[in-house]
């Protein structure tokens, strides 16, 4: 990884920092960004769930979210390409922590939901700025340098991020160590304080140039339009672009069966929520443990075979890893289908992800992110809704068992982008 720029001219993106510099940035703010996440994901369910919603309320909840960034995604990549990733990022992380202290206060189905609708909020603001600014900034300083690998090294340090997350939120929640506050809410606290640190941060060490953006304020406001209608050209126009956003039809609505019903699955087998909970901290650390790894080790995969083929690939064995959670009949072979259900989800991201911004220009890039997440985003709550169903009427390995099938049918949308590889 070189410091020196290409000899190519100057950019609109470049910030004056080396690549090592804006790797590590990159890095650090992944930190910042997805701890909390991982704090939330052993006690989300089983908090609203010990708060007196249902399951099929939780995922009514969840669903307000994805619908909130399906309605959000695209303006908020249209302002992040017209007005700049940094402002948009720093938004998003205020948004989250509000969004955060409302769902240590909710109380009720109501409150829940105002939460999530700020929840959407955030992650829709969120979902494309830090990293079009890390391949934008990087792309300025060397325009071949190696996206691929510094996607995939940032797949790995969320995962580690995410792990610490989860296991920090399992042990708060074992030692309950604020009297008066419910073990299971403890946790949100400490995702508040590292929210909060992350907006310091961000503000901090995100660096951007004005000449990266169309203009200030009403100038870039009016730019959104535009951007967002040049974007849906190049998905409807491009083949490999619209087989990429697709394959989020299945991979969203199957993401569902083993990130919201994990912690279902675990009180159905060990018959409590609280144990359940203590139980998933730990395990929703290994798995985004082994995430990592398979984002850290998944480069040498694509090289060998290609990155396209090695993204389908892991696409049916996602499928038949999550099947194998819906099937097991105790905790270790449920929790061990788990873990590796995560190190095949760790590693296709960062090949989806750089499938698609080989296909982008710096103009349409957070635009074309956000497409590509709102088609996610609005399929999870589609199967948030449907799988928490399924799971009330027939039971949690069914519906578990419904979206690996889904997952796997996405393979074949990168049909597309294996033909174009294979004619390069």
Known sequence: MSDEPAAHGPSPYATGLSLSQIWFRYFVLLVLRWMPTGILIPILVLLAMARGLSISEVGLVLATMGLTMLVLELPSGGLSDSLGRRPVLLLSTAVGVVALCLIFLAQNLAMFMVAYVLQGVYRALDSGPLESWFVDSSQAVDRGTDIEAGLSRGGAVMGVSVACGALLSGVVVALDPIQGVASLATPVLLGIGIQLTGLVTAYLLLREPHTARTGGGAVSLRAVPSVISESFTLVRRSPVVLGLVAVEIFWGFGMASFEILMPVKLEAILEGDEIAAAVMGPSASAAWAFSAIG??????????????????????????????????????????????????????NPLH?????????????????????MVSGGMASIGMVVLASVTEVMSVHVAMIAGAVVISVGALLYLPAIRQRSAM
Do not use: D, W
Not at 310 to 331: E, Q
Not at 360 to 373: F, I, W
């Open 295 to 348: 984002a850290a080790l998944i480069p040498v995969a694509a090289r060998q075979f290609g990155t396209a083929r090695t993204a389908a690939t892991l696409r049916l064995l996602h499928g038949v890893m999550v099947a194998g959670i819906g099937l097991a009949a105790g905790p270790v072979l449920a929790i061990g289908a788990y873990l590796l259900t995560y190190v095949v989800h760790g590693a296709s």
């Open 353 to 373: 992800m750089t499938l698609l911004h080989g296909q982008v220009e710096a103009g349409q890039r957070s635009t074309v992110v956000s497409v590509n997440s």
